[in-house]
């Protein structure tokens, strides 16, 4: 079955060749992706709090967002850390990673399946066609391709163009 049993090497090829194909490199810098899983901790806060569950994770992504502190905009490979800091933010990754693969068991949850599933499920809402070189929500190019439609009669709805979809997994 897709993505039962998917390595960390094979998921992190997936990723990046989902963002070469849609020109995203210029927007996944070590900042706006941290950024990117920091707003979705806030959502784990508050779900948490609701349900009095994982506040240890997000500790830890408390503890990644710190190192990356005061620094601005780093630039990819991190070329002016010392090796001290290259080790000790990998440590501080790897306590996400296990974090997230020991709740994923806990909840019986197959964390590759399931990682698998969404990168077609984020092929679909992001197609290649609109998507290439933006950084807008989904929401918003959805919205900008209803308007084009109403317009000049150019493509819909991305939901509803399965030919620039990219989910073939
Ligand atoms: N510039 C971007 C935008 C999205 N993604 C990928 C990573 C995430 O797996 C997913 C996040 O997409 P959304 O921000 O649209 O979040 P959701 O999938 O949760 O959608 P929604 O917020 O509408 O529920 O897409 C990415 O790699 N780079």
Known sequence: MAGAGVTLEELKKRLAEFAK????DQYHSPRNLLLAMV???LLIVFI??????SVLEVGEV???????QWKGEVPRGLPNWKDEEKEHL???LSDVLLY?????????VDLGKAAMRKLELNAIKYPIKP?????????????????NANGDGVAGSIY???STSNSGV
């Open 90 to 92: 990998g440590e501080e």
């Open 48 to 53: 948490s709090m609701l349900f009095c569950i």
């Open 21 to 24: 194909e849609r020109d995203w």
């Open 39 to 41: 707003s979705l901790c």
């Open 131 to 147: 998507c290439e070189g933006s950084s807008e929500k989904h929401t918003q190019i959805n919205a900008a391709s209803h308007n």
């Open 100 to 108: 997230l693969v020991r709740l994923s068991d806990i909840c019986g």
């Open 160 to 162: 509803s163009d399965n």
């Open 62 to 68: 408390g503890e990644l967002s710190e190192i990356f």
